[in-house]
């Protein structure tokens, strides 16, 4: 595949592609979902998202010789068949790691002060600690949180001293965040992981949050329980048969989005950076472009705050789901036409930045609420 100009099929909401690929040769981009084999039959390249099938149905007869998925996941993609087909692979793995765990962080703050109570002082439960339940789970615990983990792969490995068992992390934590992958096989498969021989394990007043993969949590039985058990606050950012929602299951979340938790630019365009730096890797060739290049300049990015400030105000100033949240349910008025609302709310995205974007002044780095802002993961500007 080293003889250029290549024939490249992106995901058309894949961002930078033009700039990362461009030099490589042509650029043709589709809809990931309806990707069909006469689509990709000249490809020498395929970039996809999480919504495309990559198997021997779409690939075979095909020229592809590389595929990148700009995720962190990879159920989607049949890596046996492209292993078996001599075709190079590769994902973004911790791409959008720091939005997703910005996108939970802000969530809990808004839902805090709804519900009058101190974030500090609850136990968080993370199930799945992968990159994204790993880098939560740093944050977390550098806010001074209590912080319970279930991951029995990673237990199965390392000892299980530092882990929790599931059913205990449910009745134990006061708030439950689902960051696994979504497998089927295995010794612990993550489908269904949640249903309804375990929901009620939650205590009352419980917050669960899932912006992993939808069907990790039965959503039929969630929606059962949850008529009984509405004490329990919902934040679901994934559904089972997305992008067809349950409009019920919807309705009963305080927090409900379309699959955007790591919609950052900073996480998509870092995903499709990744997919660059392994193609030129497979190729033997160096890297001409950074990050960097490809980041525009953030709208906001100098805050000054005031001593008395709410730490909510550095938060609200880079991301605030409720915007995300009101979009999503005005998308579920049609009924036939929610699972395209749903898309179209995934490819016409605002542009959303981390917190890192912003640099934070009028606070000091050694006071509590510096401490805490930097374990956020805001910026703090030196003080002369």
Known sequence: MNNLPLHIVADENIPAVETLFGGFGSIRRLPGRHLKGEDVAEADVLLVRSISRVNEALLAGSQVKFVGTATIGTDHIDQNYLQQQGISFSSAPGCNADAVVEYVISSLYMLAAEQGFELLDKTVGIIGVGNVGGRLQQRLQGMGIDVLINDPPRAAREGSESFTALDALLAEADIIC?????????????????????????????????????????????????????????????????????????????????????????????????????????????????????????????LTLEDTADVREAIDAVYHPAADDQRFRDSLADAAQQPVNFDRLRKEYPVRREFASLTLHGITADSSKGKLLQALGFKLAEQS
Not at 184 to 206: F, I, V
Not at 234 to 256: K, M, N, S, T
Not at 262 to 278: I, N, P, W
């Open 178 to 302: 689902c960051h696994t992958p979504l497998t089927t096989s295995g010794e612990h498969p993550s489908k269904h992981l949640l249903n309804k021989d375990n929901l009620n394990r939650l205590k009352p007043g419980a917050v669960l949050l899932n912006a992993g993969r939808g069907p990790v949590i039965n959503n039929e039985d969630l929606l059962n329980w949850h008529r009984h058990r509405d004490d329990v606050t919902l934040i679901l950012d994934v559904w089972e048969h997305e992008p067809a929602v349950d409009a019920e299951l919807a309705a009963r979340a305080r927090i409900g989005t379309p699959h955007i938790a790591g919609y950052s630019l900073e996480g998509k365009v870092r995903g499709t950076f990744m997919l660059y730096e392994a193609f030129c890797q497979a190729q033997g060739i160096t890297p001409q472009l950074t990050l960097d290049d490809c980041l525009p300049r953030a709208e906001l990015t100098d």
